[in-house]
């Protein structure tokens, strides 16, 4: 069920700072963590915003509260198997993530005259991957995108290996540069995961690679410059590879992979905002 909040509602919640530092605004949401969100807009446009693999809606939540206090109608769903407890992503694949993105994208699109898809991170692939199938999406925001994901082969042959002698689960290996352990993107995400699901996240990967020349939406692709888990070149692939006749990057220093849950360059809500009012 969606957590659904008219827009006279939704001022008490604008009255907080929309930039309000990330980990003292989850001190008073942390019972939001795992719930997917509907924040009516105004102005007749809704944007569709996906989480990342293992993660929930509560990373994109406060970009999701920014965007409605600007109109736009903002439906943050929840992955399949995903803000309960790891086993459960072992029973789902990647292509039960597609269906859910497409279910939040008709849902939007039965409200409003034009629907936006962003994504982090897998989310973001999804979006990719829903944009091939669905030409009348009005533009992509696409953070932390693998077009390839560092060591991806190697990662891939591992995964079989761990299953094939019996190993299921996997721990979360961060490095030193990625931050304390109290940052919003790792408090919101699993910390152990099925190494099944790592395959379904590297299909995703390849399937939206595959067919990226399919996408011919406005794109709007964000990317940092120490991000740890796709390859350096991932932005500039998408943005080449894709037949948009509109494409904007962004490369976001001193910001981890998936940037936005905990991000203080505040100007990347800006950007993702001008890029909607112009598209």
Partial sequence: ????????????????????DPKSLFEDEKHLINKPFFFEGTNGKGVLLVHGWTSTPYEIR??????????YTVLGILLSGHGTQSIDLEKVSWHDWVDDVERGYQQLKEKCSKVYVGGTSIGATLAMILAQKIAKIDGLILMATPYKMRLERTTKFFAHLFLFFGRKYHKKFYPPSFGSSGIVTRVVSYQVF?????????????????????ISQPVLAMQSTHDHIVTASSLEQIYQKTRSQIKIKRYIDRAYHTFIADINNEHVFDDILDFLEKN
Avoid: C, W
């Avoid at 008219?6 to 930039?19: D, G, N, Q, R």
């Avoid at 406060?62 to 109109?71: A, E, H």
């Fill in 62 to 71: 406060r970009l999701g509260k920014f965007l409605n206090s600007k109109g």
């Fill in 194 to 214: 099925p190494i099944k699901s790592v395959l379904d996240a590297i299909g995703a990967t390849q399937a939206a690679r595959r067919n990226v020349h399919l």
């Fill in 1 to 20: 069920m969606f957590e659904i909040r008219k827009t006279k509602k939704i001022l008490s919640e604008v009255e907080k700072p929309l930039y309000e």
